[in-house]
Structures are given as structure tokens and as C-alpha cells.
């Protein structure tokens, strides 16, 4: 077995970061807010604004009751705020059709708005101990590596769910610390562009280490620039917006950047997003606040 439990678990044990979502005292909602927050952000960014929103807002009915106009602001400089009003949705939903418990079994969390298949079980194995498989960015690269001798994963596929599912061990109480061990190996280890094979538990089971080492073959994957990207100018529009109360005019945003085409464009987006209002007198502001 490449990947065994017996060793992975305790090289998480005393390795692992200690993440506040990984306290056992921290709530099933807890854990959906990092795992919503963690998606397309790194953990140090992440932390502080989950303490600050768990402070604010302990319970998904907390969430649901504040202005999401308060909830973008509150989002801060996380990138991608859309997730922001799908969290306050998925809160909704957890407040009005459960009783404001966040749900434990994977098929309920699918059917609230915003949760989708890794979101669904990582809040089943992290929020609530149970055996399903949680299959993210890292475990894929762990399992590509480890198990089938690739240098990385390719694209996601059907059968990396199966892959992850016949790696869980049997008993319950183990297979979550199991995911988390795979999840946390990936991050700190089995790194993409620095695998460190000298460190790692699973070394000496590796496919990958056993193969000598082959490049990776397969597609490019597609690499993420920042700079001069909607995804900039969007944020650039919305701290405008996050920084006043008041509607602010167009001009004032006219300000953030000089293309104009792309800037419009942008604004137009954040409109349809919902992540903008327009007030009847032409003017701009966060939802609600007008
Ligand atoms: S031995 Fe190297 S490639 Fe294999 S799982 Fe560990 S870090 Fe990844």
C-alpha cells in the first residue's frame, strides 16, 4: 500500500499545522467558513479574517441576519468575494431549513446553495469525523505521485474520487485525520513545484520515488497571472465601495483604472454578480447600501 494510514496519521500528528478549524472544539460551521475561505486564498490570509467573522458570526443564523453589504466588507481582501454572498446564502439556508445546525451527511450539504462536491465533504470529514473521501488540488498530486509514478496530477478526473475512496482506511474515527493527513502532506511536502522526498513518510512506498522520478507528461496546466486582470480590476472597484458607506459616483471609480473598456466591463460583471448596486440616481454602492 503507497499511502498507509498507519504512517501517515502520526506524521500528521506531529507535523500538522494547528489550524483553528482543526481545533475539536471548533463548530461544523466553523469549518465550513475556512473551507469556503480556504478554496482560492492561502491559510495565512485566511486565518485572521475567520477569526474575525467566527467572532462576529458563531452561528450560520448570525451570518443570515447581517447586511451583505457588511458581509463584503467583512470579506476584506480575500479575492473572489462572490464566495462571500454565497456563504451568506448557504447560512440562510442552514438557518431556515436546518434548524441552523450545518448538515452532516454529504447529499444534505450538496443541496444547499453554494457547497459543492469537495465543500460537501470536507465539511462531512472535517466538521463532523465522517469516512468520505476529500479529494482537493493536494491529494490529487499526493495520489498521482505516490500511487500511479506520475510526476503530477493531470487534470481532475472521475476516477480521483475512487482513488481517494480505496486509500480510506476501514474505521471511521480514522479516516478523517486520514484525509486531513493527505490534504496537510500535500501542502507541506508533496509540494507541486518541491516535493520534499527526503522528508516525507511515505518515501519509501513511493511510485513516484521508485520510478526515479519522471517528468511530468501530461497537459499544461493553465498558470494564473494577477496583475492587469478583471479579477485586479474588480477588486480595485469594490475597495472603493468597501471603504464608504455611502453610494460614491461613477467617476470616483473611474479613478482605480485608466482602461476604460476593461474597467466598465468589470463593473458591469460586478453588477450582474450582485456584488454592486446601482442607485436610481446613477450612482454606485455594496448591496443593500443605498
Ligand atoms: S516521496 Fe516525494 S513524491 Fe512521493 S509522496 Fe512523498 S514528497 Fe511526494
Redesign the pocket.
Known amino acids: 500500500m503507497p499511502i498507509d494510514a498507519a504512517t501517515l496519521v502520526p506524521w500528521f500528528d506531529t507535523h500538522a499545522r494547528d489550524l483553528p478549524w482543526r481545533d475539536p472544539d471548533c463548530s461544523a460551521w466553523g469549518v465550513l467558513v475556512s473551507e469556503i475561505m480556504l478554496q482560492q486564498t492561502p491559510v495565512s490570509r485566511v486565518e485572521p479574517v475567520w477569526h474575525e467573522w467566527l467572532r462576529r458570526w458563531p452561528r450560520p443564523s448570525d451570518l443570515a441576519a447581517a447586511p451583505q453589504a457588511e458581509v463584503l466588507r467583512a470579506w476584506g481582501k480575500l479575492g473572489y468575494p462572490r464566495r462571500a454572498l454565497r456563504l451568506h446564502s448557504t447560512a440562510e439556508a442552514i438557518a431556515r431549513e436546518h434548524n441552523d445546525v450545518v448538515p452532516a451527511d454529504v447529499d444534505t450539504l450538496l443541496a444547499l446553495p453554494g457547497i459543492g462536491t469537495y465543500t460537501a465533504r470536507a465539511v462531512a470529514a472535517f466538521g463532523y469525523g465522517k469516512a468520505t473521501p476529500v479529494v482537493d488540488t493536494n491529494v490529487r498530486r499526493?495520489i498521482a505521485?505516490?500511487v500511479h509514478g506520475a510526476g503530477d496530477a493531470g487534470p481532475a478526473a472521475a476516477r480521483d474520487l475512487d482513488d481517494a475512496a480505496a486509500l480510506l482506511p476501514r474505521e471511521e474515527s480514522r479516516a478523517a485525520r486520514f484525509s486531513a493527513a493527505l490534504m496537510e502532506?500535500g501542502a507541506l511536502?508533496?509540494t507541486a513545484r518541491d516535493?520534499?522526498?527526503a522528508e516525507?513518510p511515505?518515501?519509501e512506498a513511493?511510485a513516484?520515488?521508485a520510478a526515479g522520478k519522471p517528468a511530468y507528461d501530461g497537459p499544461a496546466k493553465p498558470t494564473q497571472r494577477f496583475a492587469g486582470t478583471d479579477r485586479q480590476v474588480r477588486g480595485l472597484l469594490l475597495d472603493v465601495l468597501r471603504e464608504t458607506t455611502e453610494p460614491v459616483p461613477k467617476t470616483r471609480l473611474d479613478q482605480v483604472w485608466s482602461q476604460a473598456g476593461q474597467r466598465d466591463a468589470c463593473l458591469d460583471s460586478l453588477l450582474t454578480d450582485g456584488l454592486v448596486e446601482q442607485t436610481a440616481d446613477g450612482r454606485f454602492a455594496l448591496p443593500g447600501e443605498h
Do not use: E, G
Request: aromatic share 6%; glycine share 0%; charged share 15%.
Open positions: 499526493v505521485r505516490a502532506l511536502v508533496c516535493p520534499r522526498c516525507c511515505l518515501s513511493c513516484w520515488v
